[in-house]
C-alpha cells in the first residue's frame, strides 16, 4: 500500500527530500476526447510529491495500489516558468509550463476521491476512509499556484 511513509521512503531511497503533506495522485491529462475515453478503460496514476527541489513523480504498480521504485518525471523548481490549476469536471486540471512545453496533469476532487482511483491507490490505512490524496490535496494544488506566481513574479522583476 502506497501510504505517506511508504511515498516518502521511495523518495529518500532515490535521493529525494519530501515536503510533509504535500503529495497527491494525479494522472497525466486527456488531449481530446477520444484520450479521455481510453482513459476510462485504462490509465496509468502517479505519486506527485513536492521535494526539496523539484516535484517528484513516481509512478504506481499496475498490479497493486503502491509505488515503483522510479522516478516517472522530475520538474525542477527553477525550470518552472508557470503554473495554472482549473477545475474541470471532477477533477482539477493542473499545467506547469516550462521555456518550452506544458505538461498537463489531472488530480481527483477530494470529496469523492474514496470511490475513485486516486483514493483506492491513497490508502493511509486499512480503513479505507483515510487517504492522503483527499488530505493533501488542497495544500497541494495552493503550493503548485503558489510556484506558479513566485515563478511569475520572478519573470517580471527581470
Known amino acids: ?13 532515490l ?15 486527456p488531449v481530446n476526447l477520444s484520450d479521455r475515453i481510453a482513459k476510462l478503460l485504462r490509465n ?3 505519486a506527485l510529491s513536492f521535494c526539496k527541489e523539484s516535484i517528484v513523480l513516481l509512478p504506481f ?7 515503483k521504485k522510479e522516478v ?28 518550452d512545453e506544458v505538461i498537463s496533469l489531472m488530480a481527483q476532487q477530494a470529496e469523492l476521491s ?4 486516486s483514493g483506492i491507490n491513497s490508502l ?17 494544488l495552493e503550493a503548485l499556484k503558489e510556484l506558479g506566481r513566485n515563478e511569475q513574479s520572478r519573470e517580471n522583476m527581470e
Open 1 to 13: 500500500m502506497a501510504n505517506t511513509k511508504r511515498i516518502n521512503q521511495v523518495l529518500e531511497g
Open 15 to 29: 535521493g529525494y527530500e519530501a515536503e510533509e503533506g504535500k503529495s497527491i495522485v494525479v494522472s497525466y491529462a
Open 44 to 46: 496509468s496514476y502517479f
Open 61 to 67: 504498480s499496475d498490479i497493486w495500489a503502491d509505488v
Open 72 to 99: 516517472a518525471l522530475e520538474l525542477p523548481y527553477n525550470s518552472i516558468l508557470g503554473v495554472q490549476v482549473t477545475e474541470e469536471g471532477l477533477n482539477y486540471r493542473i499545467d506547469i509550463r516550462f521555456q
Open 114 to 117: 474514496a470511490l475513485r482511483s
Open 124 to 140: 493511509e490505512d486499512w480503513t479505507f476512509i483515510n487517504n492522503w490524496h483527499a488530505n493533501n490535496l488542497k495544500g497541494t
